[in-house]
C-alpha cells in the first residue's frame, strides 16, 4: 500500500513518529559558514545560559551574531569592528572578501565521516538573510555575489555520496534584511521578528524552496516561526512529509509540532521520554571566531563525555564546526572530531542504534560517572571521570558479566551481592570514558 499521505491538518502533521534513522544517528555535524565567517571574531565571554540576557547581546559570544554586535554601537564586538576595519565599513563589505578559495565539499565530507557523524545540518540563511543556496527570491545569495557557488548544493552532493545525511538549517523569525533595528535584549530580539506578512511569505516560499531542490532529512528552524504564517505551517510540514518520508523538524517551528527537542549549551530540563537534540560549538561560538583558540575550546574528554551523557539520556549531540571564510576547517576543530572518530570506532557500538536503558545515569560525588545504553538484551555501559590505573565501581541489580569494548584495557569483575564489582587495572586517560558490553 502507498505511504499514507500527510494533509494540511494539525491531526494528520502529528500523527509522524520519529524515524529509527534519527533516532539511532545519535551524532551530527553542525555548519555555521556565512559572510560573519571573514571577519571571524566576537568576544570570548560566556556559555549561552550563563549571561544575564542583558549582558548577552553586548558582548555576545556568537561569531555569527557579528552584523548585530556592530549594530548595537558598543561594546567588544563594535569596538573591534572600528579598530580594525573602520566605522564606515559595512557588513556587506565583507562580501567580495568571503572567497571559499579553498573549499572542497569532498574533503568536508571525508573529515565528517572519519569523525562518526551520521548526519550534517548546515546554515542556508541566519539571522544576516544571507543564502547559502541559488534562492529565487532573493540575489543575497552565495550563487551571485561572495563565493558564487551554491554551498548548499554542492555540500549536500558531497554529504550523501559519504553515506551521511544532509539537513538545513534556516532562521525562520528573524532575518536582518527584512528588519534591523538593533538587538539589546530579548524584547528587541522578538521585536525585530518576522516584522510583515512579505516577511512571512519570503520565509515560507524559501522554505518549499529548500525542500523541493534538496529534499533534506532535517529542517532545523531557529527561533521562532512568523506567526503571520503559522496557520499555513501545517501545508508546509505535510509537503515535506509527503516528499521526504522519513523526514524530521525540530522544535523550533513556535513548538507548535516537532519530531526532537531543541538544546543549545546546557541541557536545563531533562525529559528522556522525548527524543531531543544537544547543540554546542566547540568554543562560545557556532561561527568561526579567531580568537577561539585550542585552549578556548571543549576539551577531548568533556566531549566524548557530553556525547555518551546525551545518548544514554535519549538524546542527538549535533556538534558545530566553524569553518574559515576559505573554506577550511580549522586544524583545533578537526583534531577533535578525528579523536572523536577514533573513540567512536573502539565504542560506538555502544552509542549508534542504541536506546536509553531504563537505568538511570549516575554521577558520583568522587567525579565518577555511570551512563547506560542499551541494544536489544545488550547492556552498555559507560564509566567516566577514572583516574590512571585502578578504579572500581559497582553495577548494581546485575547479574550478568561486563567486558570492555576497548581491548587495550584490562578490567576484573567480581559478583557482589546483587550486583557486579568491576575493577579496571590499567587505565589511561587517552581512553576518555570506557565502554563495557554485557554481549559475550
Ligand atoms: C544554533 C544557534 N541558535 C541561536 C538561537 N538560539 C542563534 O542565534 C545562533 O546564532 C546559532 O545559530
Not at 543575497?140 to 545525511?165: C, Q, W
Amino acid at each position: 500500500m502507498a505511504d499514507k499521505r500527510y494533509t494540511g491538518s494539525w491531526e494528520s502533521i502529528q500523527k509522524h513518529e520519529v524515524p529509527k534513522w534519527y533516532d539511532d544517528a545519535k551524532f551530527g555535524i553542525f555548519i555555521h559558514w556565512g559572510i560573519y565567517s571573514v571577519p571571524a571574531y566576537a568576544p570570548h565571554t560566556w556559555e549561552l545560559g550563563d549571561a544575564q540576557v542583558t549582558d548577552w547581546f553586548c558582548n555576545n559570544p556568537y561569531a555569527e551574531w557579528y552584523y548585530n554586535s556592530v549594530n548595537v554601537g558598543r561594546g567588544p564586538g563594535y569596538e573591534h569592528h572600528v579598530e580594525k576595519y573602520g566605522a564606515d565599513f559595512k557588513y556587506e563589505d565583507f562580501i567580495p572578501m568571503w572567497k571559499a578559495e579553498n573549499w572542497n565539499p569532498d574533503e568536508w565530507a571525508r573529515i565528517f565521516k572519519k569523525a562518526g557523524a551520521q548526519y550534517v545540518v548546515l546554515t542556508t540563511k541566519h539571522h544576516d538573510g544571507f543564502c547559502l543556496f541559488p534562492s529565487k527570491y532573493t540575489d543575497f545569495n552565495s550563487v551571485k555575489m561572495g563565493p558564487e557557488r551554491d554551498i548548499t548544493g554542492e555540500l549536500t552532493d558531497a554529504v550523501r555520496s559519504a553515506g551521511i545525511r544532509m539537513g538545513l538549517y534556516y532562521s525562520g523569525l528573524i532575518d536582518w534584511q527584512f528588519a534591523n533595528d538593533p538587538i539589546f535584549d530579548d524584547d528587541d530580539l522578538f521585536g525585530t521578528a518576522s516584522p510583515t506578512y512579505a516577511y512571512a511569505d519570503f520565509s515560507y516560499n524559501q522554505m518549499k524552496e529548500l525542500i523541493d531542490k534538496y529534499e533534506p532529512s532535517v529542517l532545523w528552524n531557529d527561533i521562532g516561526w512568523p506567526k503571520q504564517s503559522e496557520e499555513a505551517m501545517p501545508y508546509l510540514f505535510a509537503h515535506y512529509y509527503n516528499k521526504v518520508r522519513d523526514g524530521v523538524v525540530n522544535d523550533r517551528f513556535n513548538g507548535k509540532h516537532y519530531d526532537f527537542l531543541t538544546k543549545e549549551y546546557q541541557v536545563g530540563e531533562m525529559d528522556r521520554s522525548q527524543k531531543w537534540e544537544m547543540c554546542r560549538g566547540m568554543g562560545l561560538s557556532f561561527g568561526y571566531n579567531e580568537i577561539e583558540g585550542d585552549d578556548q575550546l571543549i576539551t577531548v574528554p568533556k566531549l566524548v563525555n557530553l556525547l555518551v551523557s546525551t545518548v544514554a539520556n535519549n538524546g542527538n549531540l549535533l556538534l558545530n564546526i566553524g569553518p574559515k571564510a576559505d573554506g577550511t576547517i580549522p586544524a583545533e576543530q578537526v583534531r577533535r572530531l578525528e579523536i572523536l572518530g577514533e573513540w567512536l570506532s573502539v565504542n560506538g557500538v555502544g552509542i549508534f542504534g542504541t536506546h536509553p536503558s531504563d537505568r538511570e545515569s549516575e554521577i558520583r560525588e568522587d567525579g565518577m560517572e555511570l551512563h547506560y545504553t542499551r541494544k536489544d538484551h545488550v547492556l552498555y555501559v559507560f564509566a567516566d571521570g577514572l583516574k590512571d590505573g585502578v578504579n572500581e565501581f559497582l553495577i548494581s541489580d546485575f547479574h550478568g558479566n561486563l567486558r570492555p569494548l576497548d581491548e587495550r584495557l584490562q578490567i576484573e569483575t567480581i559478583p557482589a551481592g546483587d550486583g557486579l564489582l568491576v575493577r579496571t587495572k590499567n587505565y589511561q586517560a587517552g581512553m576518555y570514558a570506557i565502554g563495557l558490553t554485557s554481549e559475550g
